[in-house]
Every structure is written in structure tokens, then in C-alpha cells.
């Protein structure tokens, strides 16, 4: 696997993050400080586009794969957000992992699947430390 330029973003107060991930696999992690780590591998380095789009409201981080699909997944994400900061994520067929994080996660368009601890969900979900 190839590693991914990895990010260390400063967010603002009232900054969200949009992650664009249109297929593999994005693993969310709370963290605490004022900045959002973001760490990938991927099979495919030559058929990704991946960057990052700061706006007045949110941090875009967009990635995409533009190959063939098949059995492996072609990028896994792993991504450090403070704790609070919502988080948005558009996917097409990733998979969504959320470990330790507080605060605000919705995801649309999911194909894949959205899992928490043992449990799974899909759409809006408010994660609060048990």
C-alpha cells in the first residue's frame, strides 16, 4: 500500500468537516486539541484525486477514486477530529467507522455501512461519550 500525503488542518470554532469519500473505507477518531489529522493508504495512488478545500464554514477533504472496482478496498482513511467539531460525510460505497468521538456525524448517500462500537446505523447520528 502506497501512504497518502498526510494532512494536519487547523478548524476554527464552528468549522465543520465535510469528508467526500466515494469509495473504501474512512475511520473517525476522537481527539482533543484545536486540528484534524488525516493519515490513508491506498493500492492506487496513480487513480486518486485527493485535496483538501478550506472554506469560511467547513474544511472540504475530498477523495476520490476513479478505478475499476474490485475485492480490496482502494483507500482507507483515518481521520483525527476534535471532539465537538461536526462532521459530515458523502460517500458512494465506503465504509464508516467511528471510534471514540464526540459530537455531531452525519452521513448521506452511504452504500457501505456506518458502524459505532458493536452497533450499526446509517443517516444522522449524535455520538456522546458512555
Do not use: W
Not at 468537516?17 to 469509495?23: A, D, G, K, P
Not at 482533543?32 to 485535496?51: A, R
Not at 452525519?106 to 461519550?129: D, F, H, I, M
Request: proline share 5%; aromatic share 4%; glycine share 12%.
Amino acid at each position: 500500500m502506497t501512504q497518502l500525503p498526510p494532512q494536519i488542518l487547523q478548524i476554527s470554532k464552528g468549522q465543520a468537516l465535510l469528508i467526500q469519500l466515494n469509495e473504501g473505507e474512512v475511520q473517525v477518531t476522537g481527539s482533543d486539541g484545536e486540528q484534524i489529522q488525516v493519515n490513508g493508504q491506498t493500492f492506487f495512488p496513480n487513480e486518486i484525486d485527493y485535496k483538501v478545500v478550506p472554506t469560511k464554514d467547513q474544511i472540504q477533504l475530498i477523495v476520490n477514486y476513479d478505478g475499476r472496482k474490485g475485492s480490496e478496498n482502494p483507500i482507507s482513511l483515518q481521520v483525527g477530529v476534535p471532539h465537538g467539531t461536526e462532521v459530515k460525510i458523502d460517500t458512494e460505497y465506503a465504509s464508516i467507522a467511528v471510534q471514540d468521538y464526540e459530537g455531531d456525524l452525519e452521513s448521506r448517500g452511504c452504500e457501505g455501512r456506518t458502524k459505532r462500537g458493536n452497533g450499526q446505523c446509517g443517516g444522522k447520528l449524535r455520538v456522546a461519550k458512555s
